[in-house]
């Protein structure tokens, strides 16, 4: 399956701590995502890292991909209540069509 | 605002009834996708339709059945549910199909219930 992993299923923290999540799939990819769900909401695009990148930023967000390991992480430094949502990871296959396959999930919460 | 709406936002059905969900783009995109996403599961992917076509079908119960009139518009029409089909379902749409990297808009949702 190329179904992607999050780890951990959920995650709690105090504001302005840095937020780490875990993703692992299981056959090659040419992109994973991530994405953002708050609670009964639609999920929102947060950033793509192409299977020959190793690091991503975009704001305060910091994504790795490791596909030795076939796994990457999110990382969202000095964090804020807001930020308080389901992170999704999703891979797409090298068939070349862009069905997204997702994990689980991992719930955060940011405490003030 | 993704730019892809749904409506209705709730709905309460019971196993006899038939309902229509709705979802509308904004985007120009040419491909559009239903999701089902019940607790503690990973999203499902359930239609995608890509130029008004349907080009994946995986494996969904015929009592779900999608319609495609035009690239803005998808509907999911339900009938005869089971209690075992509440959920969240999503609409989503992107770009193109086949392109690679291709990032998804959601849109909120309709919280389905099924009595």
């Known amino acids: 399956s190329q179904q992607g992993e999050e780890d951990p299923q959920a995650l709690s923290i105090q504001e302005g701590e840095n937020a780490t999540m875990n993703c692992s799939y299981k056959?090659?990819?040419?992109?994973l995502q991530w994405y953002r769900q708050n609670s009964g909401r639609g999920l929102v695009h947060l950033i793509l890292i192409r299977s020959n990148e190793r690091e991503k930023h975009s704001g305060r967000l910091r994504v790795t991909l490791d596909t030795s390991k076939k796994s990457s992480s999110l990382l969202i430094t000095a964090s804020r209540a807001a930020d308080t949502a389901s992170y999704f990871c999703a891979t797409d296959s090298l068939s070349g069509y862009s069905t997204l396959t997702f994990g689980k999930g991992t719930m955060l919460l940011v405490s003030p | 605002e993704t730019g892809v709406t749904q409506t209705p936002r709730h709905l309460v059905m019971g196993m006899t009834n038939k309902k229509s969900l709705k979802c509308e783009q904004h985007?120009?995109?040419?491909?559009m996708y239903w999701y089902k996403q019940s607790a503690k599961k990973p999203l499902e992917l359930m239609f995608v339709y890509s130029l008004e076509e349907r080009v994946e079908n995986n494996s969904v119960p015929s009592r779900f059945s999608p319609e495609c009139p035009n690239s803005s518009h998808l509907f999911l029409h339900l009938h005869t549910l089971q209690p075992e089909d509440s959920a969240l379902y999503l609409c989503?749409?992107?770009?193109?199909?086949?392109?690679?990297?291709?990032?998804?808009?959601f849109g909120s949702g309709t919280q389905l219930s099924v009595l």
């Open positions: 056959t090659s990819i040419n992109n």
């Open positions: 989503a749409s992107s770009q193109d199909r086949g392109r690679l990297g291709e990032k998804l808009f």
């Open positions: 985007l120009g995109h040419n491909a």
